[in-house]
């Protein structure tokens, strides 16, 4: 079945980094373009970034101020997000997410992973 | 701060109909053009309810339904339920994403 798994999440000192992954399985992932959103603990949905279909575009939330990098390989059916320079605000809940439309950018996230959880603490 | 507000709360009864608001904050009203909206239960992903303003993905209830009037847009559900008790999101895309505050749906 259509399923996306995260994984790459953990607990890291501030301004460390991590990538964090999602492998997606049952659809044709080189058609879709893909999303990562967030959301901190007890709070509500932040949307981080987007990648097209084809890796060709990419494009970010403003907090992010280049700290973040989305990317895709699409031969392996996976999407990533290197997080660089962690804050203690970055500690969220992330989740990848696949746009709705074919291989065209929407904005409606039609399938979503279960997360993986980022934490930044000394 | 989001561009997109919504009410904190709001509840009904079983069988009840319930909408919730969305409005558009920014003076850059005219780029969202379509909203979305989520549903999302405690400790599960979001889940789409509706895309480009009023469209049901295959699976989801007809009692749950999305319109648009000026700078607002509405999610109404229709015949509450239960099960629909859950926090609720709307979402625009205007060169990056937007949510907005989220509403608790509870049923009394």
């Known amino acids: 079945q259509v399923q996306l798994v995260e994984s790459g999440g953990g607990v890291v000192q501030p301004g460390r980094s991590l990538r964090l992954s999602c492998a997606a399985s049952?659809?044709?992932?080189?058609?879709?373009?893909m999303h990562w959103v967030r959301q901190t603990p007890g709070k509500g949905l932040e949307w981080v970034a987007v990648?097209?279909?084809?890796?060709?575009?990419?494009y970010s939330a403003d907090f992010v101020k280049g700290r973040f990098t989305i990317s895709r390989d699409n031969p392996q059916n996976t999407v990533y997000l290197q997080v660089n320079s962690l804050r203690a605000e970055d500690t969220a809940l992330y989740y990848c997410?696949?746009?709705?439309?074919?291989?065209?950018?929407?904005?409606?996230?039609?399938?979503w992973g279960k997360g993986t959880t980022v934490t930044v603490s000394s | 701060q989001s561009a997109l507000t919504q009410p904190a709360s709001v509840s009904g009864s079983p069988g009840q109909s319930i909408t919730i608001s969305c409005t558009v904050t920014?003076?850059?009203?005219?780029?969202?053009?379509?909203v979305s909206w989520y549903q999302q239960r405690p400790a599960r992903a979001p889940k789409l309810m509706i895309y480009?303003?009023?469209q049901r993905p295959s699976g989801v209830s007809n009692r749950f339904s999305g319109s648009k009037s000026g700078n607002t847009a509405s999610l109404t559900i229709s015949g509450l339920q239960p099960e629909d008790e859950a926090d609720y999101y709307c979402?625009?895309?205007?060169?990056?994403?937007?949510f907005g505050t989220g509403t608790k749906v509870t049923v009394l």
């Open positions: 997410a696949r746009d709705i439309a074919w291989k065209v950018l929407s904005g409606d996230l039609d399938v």
């Open positions: 049952g659809f044709s992932f080189s058609n879709y373009a």
């Open positions: 990648i097209s279909h084809d890796g060709s575009n990419a």
């Open positions: 920014s003076s850059d009203v005219g780029s969202y053009k379509f």
């Open positions: 480009e303003g009023s």
């Open positions: 979402c625009s895309y205007a060169g990056g994403a937007v």
